[in-house]
């Protein structure tokens, strides 16, 4: 196997993992529940929540970008052991199945952004016991994972806006929105639950009093 032919695996990885995780699950969604889920990341231009949406855009056409080039030969993927990146192809196709498995476990309840003054139901089992935000996390490593396999700039740069992007995006626009809509529901849970990680990020009781009240 060639480093070409890696980076041929993983650009098809990366656009099926698009259409099934955007696209399929959007059309599961909207045959469900007669909406598409993509509430999308609008916010005034320049505010953090924009900026959130902006890195998570560029991330997912860097990635692409990277890979593309890399398969394709216009550009030369750092040097990297073959066994390595393979590897990375098992590790993105992990993550692609884990945002899957999360995206079912949200139900209805699944969005890509959030809609101001609309109520979901707060998923809180399956992996959501573990981590809050197990969709991003997930990507985080799909992405990851593709990284490894094609280890480049643009591909390095992609996984650091997509990074970027979802902290902004979970930082300031989904925890808050959560605590004003749930209250001491979303306080409990934040306080026991990770927010990437298992037991990492958890929102210290007093903060979410304030933040709740």
């Not at 997912?60 to 030969?73: M, N, Q, R």
């Not at 591909?155 to 992609?158: D, E, F």
């Given at each position: 196997m060639t480093a070409d032919t890696t980076a041929t695996a993983a650009l098809l990885l990366y656009v099926v993992g698009l259409v099934v995780t955007f696209g399929v699950r959007s059309w599961l969604h909207r045959r469900r529940t007669g909406s598409t889920g993509l509430v999308g990341f609008s916010s005034a231009i320049g505010a953090p929540a924009w900026w959130g949406g902006v890195s998570f855009v560029l991330a997912?056409?860097?990635?692409?970008?990277?890979?593309?080039?890399?398969?394709?030969?216009a550009i030369d993927a750092a040097p990297a052991p073959l066994a390595g990146t393979w590897t990375g192809v098992v590790v993105a196709v992990a993550g692609f199945l884990g945002v899957l498995v999360s995206q079912s476990g949200m139900g209805t309840s699944w969005r890509i952004g959030v809609r101001p003054g609309e109520e979901t139901e707060l998923v809180t089992d399956g992996p959501f016991a573990w981590l809050r935000n197990p969709i991003f996390t997930a990507m985080i490593v799909a992405v990851g994972g593709l990284v490894l396999a094609v280890p480049s700039p643009m591909?390095?740069?992609?996984l650091v806006f997509l990074v970027l992007g979802i902290e902004i995006q979970v930082r300031v626009t989904e925890e808050p929105h959560l605590l004003a809509t749930h209250g001491a529901h979303y306080a409990d849970y934040a306080s026991r639950v990770g927010r990437f990680l298992p037991g990492v990020g958890t929102l210290p009781a007093p903060l979410i009093s304030r933040t709740s009240a």
């Open positions: 997912l056409v860097l990635t692409g970008a990277g890979l593309g080039l890399a398969a394709t030969e591909t390095l740069a992609g």
